[in-house]
């Protein structure tokens, strides 16, 4: 079999001698004609999109379109973000050539304790229960922190960049397939406390796709904002109403908490990947240096050889997002609380050491944290002991180029879909539910604290070239963000795809072993050889995050975008280009066959005609069977013709490969289990098992 293997490595590697390296400047979406030259903005709804590019058609720049984008998100897409929730933007300024971010993350309140989410006999509430108290609202940052971005960084006022909000809230809009989809997810959460029920389930309907959503609350506080700015509701009657409301449901938010609110400017990430500038979030988001990591890691690699989405570049990539997750939830939280080791997480010494953790072959079940600290001649400072992992939720990233060259990119949220599902009574905005993103058991450096920011993994990302600006890019999706955003850089970048397409490629997102969460779009050869190697694929697939880019070609100036397809994406430059991404087909669900085969307790994905019961005994499809317990590479596949109509014993099959096998023939179910480290199937030694 080895022969058989090193022939196709040697036709494969011949193929590649032919192929003439690309040399423009990557990214760059032909597809979309002639780039943009005036402006561009890349946002997930189309009307909120259309808010950013007036903006710059009126001669405004990236910072005025960027608030005016999320003051219409806060109306057009109210379950994802608002001035109930916070962020983080990365601004670029063309003329110092500085980045600079403006965090605007929630603060806990004065008054809580690390045992905030415990019960009273200490045990840790529920995520499905804690999220949706006021014990989960943190103090927003989001209205401040536009007011922030627009007085020290815009040219325009609040009071004009929040009128096309106002229209939108007052006249009404039309409800989108994507927020139809979430309203109708989430009906229990929004009738709790009735006044999101309200609006958003009248009479107990959940509004339909078309069906139109006006929003006089919304407007009058949008109007209140207009005339007093910020104050309205960080000191005024909004910052009342709120913080009622947050007491009446046992939250212990106060009018101080408000007054006691500040956006933060700091000094954002920065690294470099294969010759490009990696700017991104700093703490209180891990974000920013997680996706580092995983760059820095994959960089020790020929990626673009690999090949996109092959088994190969999965196996590495999960294992770098392995590594680069443990040290995540061992080092990283608000920095103003516990010191980060910021240098020594990207140091090149230390990714050297973690990279040679890494196992080309096979999953790697034992993954821990790294000593960062010894890079920066220290000893860990921080005591810290808890290890979570934030729970996957929704948000909003867009990002928008002006005429001038500076840039934003900026990652906004109220944590889930609906935040706390807690609405202000007659002033119609939702408010977040992200205190939970703090660890629920005290002990580590992201426990709740008084006024400390909960650890986000929120990451707006700029990468420059040369010093001149060529991407913004950002995803909702709690830690698989950091994914998104890291697959996506690596897909423009190493495989030299342009934006849109760099966009939809499926990805995955693995925060630690075994589990490995997938898009639609992987073939079954591809999940089975990964699952040979040791990963427990998910049972279905899932979307990933909602990628939202901006390109610069600084080569010519012209300016493109890439919009995520799981809801209304739309890239519009000032210009050119006007792309809305359609929805995508829904996710189609296999036929399950007579029996199920699992191996360390990961549903194997055999359809209905690949397994078959002979005499009551498992078997499965030759090919199937062997790809999946890594007898066999997908490469290898063209060299044995599959034929469809043999099959093999699963029980026999494995335990000659060595695994434990059990059958339940009542249950109907296959169990395999072994180390996924004990040996490496595949070896010549297994090479008969193929031909009996
Ligand atoms: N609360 C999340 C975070 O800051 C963002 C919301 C999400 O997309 O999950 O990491």
Known sequence: MKVMKMLVIALFSLSLVVTPAAAEVPGVDHSMKRGATQGI????????????????????????????????????????????GGGFMMIYEKKKDK???????????????????????????????????????????????????????????????IKPAITQAEQGIKVNWSMAQYIDENVDKLER??????????????LKEGDKLVQPDLAKTLKLIQKEGSDALYKGEIGKALVKEVQKRDGSMTMDDLKNYVVKEREPVKTTYRGYDVVSAAPPSSGGLTVQQILKLMEGYDVEKMGSNTPQYLQHLTEAMHLAFADRAAYMADEDFYEVPKKGLLDEDYIKERRKLINPNKATPNVKEGDPWKYEGKENPNKATVKEENPIGQTTHFSVVDKWGNMVSYTTTIEQVFGSGIMVPDYGFMLNNEMTDFDATPGGVNQVEPKKRPRSSMSPTMLLKDGKPFMAIGSPGGPTIIASVAETIMNVIDHKMPIQKAILTPRIYSGGYPTVRWEPGFSQDTILEMMAKGHGFEEKPEHIGNVQAVIYDYETGKMYGGADNTRQGTVLGVDAIKYVSKQPKPIKEEKKGEFTVEVNRAVYPFTDKQVKLIDGKPYVQSDRLLLGLGVIDSSDLKLYKPNHHSYLSVIKVAKSLGYKVKWDEEKKVVSLEKDPGEDDAGDDEDGDVITN
């Open 41 to 84: 903005v890349a946002a997930s709804h189309p009307l909120a999109a259309e808010a950013g590019r007036k903006v710059l058609a009126e001669g405004g720049n990236a910072v005025d379109a960027a608030a005016a984008i999320q003051l219409s998100l806060n109306v057009v897409e109210p379950m994802m973000s608002g001035i109930g």
């Open 99 to 161: 980045i600079t971010m403006l965090d605007s993350r929630e603060m806990a309140p004065a008054d809580v304790t690390p045992k905030l989410f415990l019960d009273s006999k200490g045990k840790v509430i529920p995520f499905s229960k804690r999220h949706i108290t006021g014990k989960a609202v943190g103090v927003p940052g989001t209205l401040k922190g536009v007011e922030t971005a627009l007085k020290d960084y815009g040219t325009m006022d609040l009071s004009d960049i």
């Open 193 to 206: 406390y009735q006044t999101a029920g309200s609006v958003f389930v009248p009479n107990g309907k959940p």
